[in-house]
């Protein structure tokens, strides 16, 4: 039972343009939501969180937007760049330190 | 500083075998989650540690998986009896905070394959 959903397994987009990336949930307790990314043969890093208290959080080109009402969330990367190339999950946790992350959506940003 | 290191990086086991897979979180991080992640999957939580308690082990799948953390800093994820479902990539990741709302760096995984 996945309570964290990436369905486009993947996207690609020229660079200079936008990337949006998407993610829902299943779970109305999750509050606290994170993108993470990830290269090949290393662990994940974070990049961006935001809180349900809030609907969107901006850091540089990285802009998380959160809809409680549909249980969604994604990533806007502008101006994308060669190098935001990677695997991208997101996460999501409730009250407790469990975090629930997605299948991740696989980003190529073409030059 | 130096990150989150996990060992061996690499592991192939015969079924049957036990094995012995550590994570050595950035010092002075509390929190201390192991993660499974199958192939084409995101990572999957398996347990938590704050300091040297293990606070929810909900997500082992079963009882052939153990983790321990007994001095609050290196932590060893142990499977008994390994089968072939339990091949997958092997996440470690600290957190300076005890709250659910702090950084999680993750380490590069070990990466097991079961025969």
């Known amino acids: 039972d996945q309570q964290v959903k990436q369905n486009s397994p993947s996207l690609s987009v020229q660079e200079g343009r936008i990337s949006i990336l998407n993610c829902d949930y299943t779970?109305?307790?999750?509050?606290?939501f994170l993108w993470y990314k990830k290269y090949p043969a290393e662990g994940p890093t974070f990049l961006i969180s935001i809180s349900s208290i809030k609907d969107k959080n901006e850091d540089g080109r990285f802009t998380v937007f959160l809809n409680k009402s549909a249980k969604h969330l994604s990533l806007h990367i502008v101006p994308s760049q060669p190098g935001d190339s990677a695997v991208y999950f997101c996460?999501?946790?409730?009250?407790?330190?469990?975090?629930?992350f997605g299948s991740g959506t696989k980003l190529n940003v073409k030059p | 500083g130096a990150g989150v290191s996990q060992s061996p990086r690499y592991k192939v086991a015969k079924r049957g075998q036990d094995v012995a897979l550590r994570c050595d979180p950035i010092s002075g991080h509390v929190s201390l989650f192991w993660y499974q992640q199958a192939l084409g999957q995101g990572p999957e939580f398996l347990t938590y540690?704050?300091?040297?308690?293990?606070?929810?082990k909900s997500g082992l799948p079963s009882d052939r998986f153990f983790a321990e953390r007994p001095e609050g800093s290196v932590s060893t994820l142990k499977i008994q009896r390994t089968q072939q479902e339990d091949s997958a990539v092997y996440l470690c990741a600290s957190s300076p905070e005890g709250a659910r709302t702090g950084t999680q760096y993750f380490g590069p995984g070990t990466r097991l394959l079961v025969l």
């Open positions: 779970n109305s307790m999750f509050d606290y």
């Open positions: 996460a999501a946790s409730g009250v407790f330190n469990k975090f629930y």
């Open positions: 540690f704050q300091n040297e308690a293990q606070l929810d």
